[in-house]
Nanobody
């Protein structure tokens, strides 16, 4: 019922910036939490940043605090992830996700997923 499509992934050098976008189709109201997850080769999927569709109570993984910012444009049904000061450890497939959940960070609690956009950060 909700479809998500990520874009904006690229290959950048350490210290660079990227802005990921997630275009959402279908209805996501204030009961939905949306956010970004990432999965590196050989690693489990982890939450990067999530937020209520109202814009309140953002969650950030400790590894990205101070560097990444989650935001949204509700008029255009778009979720963003501004990534600054990128590090090689940020290299992963980044996924947009949504769900009617109170979980801040558990991938299993999110129902809808995009196909992912690749972010590669070189030293």
């Amino acid at each position: 019922q909700v479809t998500l499509a990520e874009s904006g992934g690229d290959s950048v050098q350490a210290g660079g910036s990227l802005r990921l976008s997630c275009a959402a189709s279908g209805y996501t109201d204030r009961t939905f939490r949306m956010g970004w997850f990432r999965q590196a080769p050989g690693k489990e999927r982890e939450a990067v940043a999530t937020i209520w569709t109202s814009g309140s109570n953002p969650y950030y993984a400790d590894s990205v605090k101070g560097r990444f910012t989650i935001s949204q444009d509700n008029a255009n049904n778009t979720l963003y992830l501004q990534m600054n000061s990128l590090k090689p450890d940020d290299t992963a497939m980044y996924y947009c996700a949504a769900g009617r959940t109170f979980s801040w960070s558990s991938p299993s609690a999110y129902t809808y997923w995009g196909q992912g956009t690749q972010v590669t950060v070189s030293a």
